[in-house]
């Protein structure tokens, strides 16, 4: 066990070295002057040599590199260049309050799905099966950016019911993330619940499921004993490997409703050429990425004595 | 066999996808917007840019004015059927440049081994740690805002699924008798390559194709949403995101007749795609 974690990180280097040259390459080589985005095309030759002294853009594409490594290396990715504030802390409010809108729709979503899909397989064929893979297939094929726009209008706009957008600081942010929180339980609905009941009905049909029907197990038992335990390993897969979207956030979400996430964070960094947050947030992303593989793996041999870690 | 002559693979698949009249409609719809499409490159359809009428007129039976007009007079049906041009262009355009891509290097992958795949697997390991919305994003700082950034971008995190689905089928093929004798017959590698083993296993990249016509025109309307997208013409991101503000005045067209352009098309591709694996690869399906 150990020793595969160690190889797997040790595998991981090539990759993340690989990410640093990808997220360098596209922001510092090819990217637009963030010195000339910062200062307008009428700033002096003077205040311009002097921002990209200070942003440590005067020196070479080889240096910067350079430095852009330590940084992964140390954490440490130094300073916004718009607002000079330190971006470990700036990321990491971002990362709470992306948290804040994703995880709870997140959580009660993967029980609802879960038990909506156990219900479907349970009457599979039947007209309930039939109208919700009708009803699921056509739902999804609207625009999530549709659901958003219609619900802000129909339950904030119309009835009142939520605030239009906007975001405060600790427990008052819940009367800001009711609106955001049921759009994305609607949305995760239709793919989740079509991905539980191909993954329950994978194994409807197994050699352990005629059995346990032969010695006279019901439907129900059958569901609930034998395919859901089995089921349990890709539906932890699924999830879990969803985790590092979570701290990324919905940048739909958080974009449409001005909550100031780590999504809002890196648009606005964007629009601002400012370098530092979109490389670290590029480079954090994959990392988590990378992390939550590891995991996944990790658990999926602790869940299944099957698959062996080599 | 019934038929006199044999007919092409390509052939037989398109016939058991008409021969089904939930696909064939869906197929006949495609085709109406293959249609539009061609007709707005040839520079047929009505200007979306002209002023028709008032601002923000109510619908009314005139085809210029059946969905309204916007706050500058210009019909809201001309901008949904240019909205149709820019979907097809960006899912044509993000297809054409992802699928052979992603085809080439997954051939070349399994083909070869060695470093070359040692390289290739490299890069795909690279891309796909990077979430695509960051990818996106920073292709979209790198190359600009626009149309063609958005097909670069989404094309960016599409082709390694294909990368990796072709590798694998070639994998599967590349010891199996036929390509032996290709060899002892004396064909070089590009022949095995293309000749012998492409058709064998492209049908995997025609299938996942589908897939990624659909996220490009899916993506379109939410990365103009977000401001990473089409800055201005027409398209059915801006139309949308500008139907917010509609709303709020009770104005439905735009909202709409984009929806239901939308819906149609997303709606006719996945069942065609979905068609298509049964026919093509009913192992994956």
Known sequence: MGAYIARRLLQAIPTVFGVALLTFLLFNAFGPDPVRTALGNHATPEAMANLRHQWGLDQSLAMQFLEFLRQIVTFDYGKSFVTGDDLGTQLKAGALVSLSVTVPPFVFGAIVNVSIALFITRHRDGVVDKAARALFIAAMSVSALVYVLGLQYLLAFKLDWFPINGYEGGWAAVKYLGLPWLIQLLLLMGPDIRLYRTLFLADINADYVRTARSKGAGEGRVLFRHVLPNAWIPIITQNVTTIPFLILGSFLMERFFSIPGIGNLTIDALSRGDLPILKAVTVLGALALLLFNLINDLLYAFADPRVRLS | ?285
């Open chain 2, 1 to 285: 066999m019934a038929h006199a002559k044999p007919r092409s693979a390509a052939l037989e698949a398109l016939l058991a996808l008409w021969s089904r009249p939930h696909i064939r409609a869906c197929m006949i719809v495609l085709a109406l917007y293959l249609l539009i499409a061609f007709a707005g490159y040839a520079h047929l359809l009505p200007d979306h840019e002209a002023a028709v009428g008032g601002s923000q007129d109510p619908p009314s039976w005139h085809p210029a004015t059946l969905l309204g007009t916007d706050i500058l007079g210009r019909s809201v049906l001309w901008r949904v059927l240019a909205g149709v041009q820019t979907a097809i262009t960006i899912g044509a355009a993000t297809t054409a440049l992802a699928v052979p891509f992603g085809t080439a290097l997954g051939l070349a992958a399994g083909y070869f081994g060695g470093w070359v795949d040692a390289v290739i697997n490299w890069v795909y390991s690279v891309v796909v740690s990077v979430p695509d919305i960051l990818l996106i994003t920073a292709i979209s700082y790198a190359m600009g805002k626009g149309l063609t950034s958005i097909c670069v971008a989404i094309a960016a995190t599409s082709w390694v699924s294909i990368m990796r689905l072709v590798r694998g089928e070639v994998l599967k093929h590349k010891g199996s008798d036929y390509v032996l004798a290709a060899r002892s017959l004396g064909a070089g590698s590009r022949r095995i390559m293309f000749s012998e083993i492409l058709p064998n296993v492209v049908h995997v990249a025609i299938v996942t194709s589908s897939l990624v016509l659909l996220a490009a025109v899916k993506g379109e309307v939410i990365l103009t949403y977000l401001g990473l997208g089409i800055q201005d013409g027409a398209s059915w991101g801006l139309l949308i995101a500008g139907a917010s503000q509609d709303l709020t005045n009770d104005i439905w067209g735009p909202l709409a007749g984009t929806v239901t352009a939308m819906f149609l098309l997303i709606y006719s591709l996945s069942a065609i795609g979905d068609a298509l694996r049964d026919v093509l690869d009913p192992r994956i399906a």
